[in-house]
C-alpha cells in the first residue's frame, strides 16, 4: 500500500525511455524487447537460455541497476525474466554471486535481484552457498580467451550442504558464458550433476547478412 501510495505521488519515470509513465520499464519499452533465440550453450553448460537482446532501452535499464545502484529496477526486470522463460525444472535456482568488495560497493547483487523473482510457484527456490573467491574485475573489455583466464577458479561452493543435482545459475548478461561457466565448474566439483545457464540478455551485432530483426551473437 505504502508503494502504490508513493507511486500516486511521486510517479516513476521508466529507465529506458524516461517517461513519466508510472513504472520502471514502460509498456512501450518492453513492447521493444526482442527475444533472445536459441543457441548452443558455452562448454561447462548443459543448457543455457537469454531472455532478450542487449540492446536500446534494455541496456539503459541494466545500466541503472548495476551502475545507477536502482535496486527497485531489478524488481521489473526481473518479472520480465520470469515471463520470458516460463516454468523452470531443476532443484534450484543459484544467483552468479559478487565478490565481498563489489558487493559492498554497489550494496546489492543484480543477479540475486533478478533470480528472486523467479521464485515462483512450481519453481525451484534459490539458496546460497555459491561464492565468488577472488575479484575478477569488470570483463566488458576483455577478449573471450581473456575471460576465460579471469574466471577460471573464481568460484567455489561453500555451503554446508552439497549443491542439489539439477542446478539453474541466474546472471544478468551473458557475453561468452565464462563467468556462468566458471560457476558451472564450482557446482559441479562440489556435486552438481546438470548445471543450466539463465541470462536477461545477451550482446548482439546489426549484419547486412541477416534479417535485421534476428539477434546474431557479438563475441567481440
Excluded at 529506458?16 to 533472445?36: A, D, H, I, K, Q
Excluded at 562448454?43 to 527497485?72: N, S
Aim: hydrophobic residues 45%; positive net charge.
Amino acid at each position: 500500500m505504502l508503494e502504490h501510495l508513493l507511486n500516486l505521488l511521486f510517479p516513476d519515470r521508466c529507465v529506458g525511455c524516461r517517461r513519466l509513465t508510472g513504472e520502471l520499464f514502460c509498456v512501450r519499452c518492453r513492447s521493444r524487447l526482442r527475444p533472445y533465440p536459441p543457441f548452443p550453450p558455452p562448454p561447462g553448460l548443459d543448457a543455457a537460455r537469454v531472455a532478450f537482446c542487449y540492446e536500446g532501452a534494455l541496456v539503459k535499464a541494466i545500466h541503472q541497476l548495476k551502475y545507477g545502484r536502482r535496486r527497485r529496477v531489478g524488481h521489473a526486470l526481473g518479472d520480465l525474466l520470469a515471463a520470458a522463460v516460463g516454468p523452470l525444472a531443476a532443484d534450484a535456482l543459484i544467483a552468479v554471486p559478487l565478490h565481498r568488495d563489489r558487493l559492498r560497493e554497489r550494496g546489492f547483487n543484480q543477479a540475486a535481484e533478478l533470480a528472486v523473482r523467479l521464485c515462483r510457484p512450481g519453481n525451484p527456490p534459490l539458496i546460497e552457498g555459491l561464492a565468488r573467491a577472488r575479484a575478477t574485475g569488470r570483463q566488458a573489455r576483455l577478449t573471450a580467451t581473456a575471460r576465460v583466464a579471469n574466471t577460471a577458479g573464481a568460484f567455489v561452493w561453500i555451503g554446508a550442504q552439497p549443491p542439489p543435482p539439477r542446478v539453474i545459475v541466474i546472471d544478468d548478461v551473458l557475453t561468452t558464458g565464462a563467468t556462468l561457466a566458471a560457476c558451472a565448474a564450482a557446482l559441479r566439483a562440489a556435486g552438481a550433476q546438470s548445471v543450466v545457464g539463465i541470462a536477461l540478455a545477451r550482446s548482439v551485432m546489426l549484419t547486412p547478412l541477416y534479417n535485421r530483426s534476428i539477434c546474431v551473437v557479438n563475441c567481440a
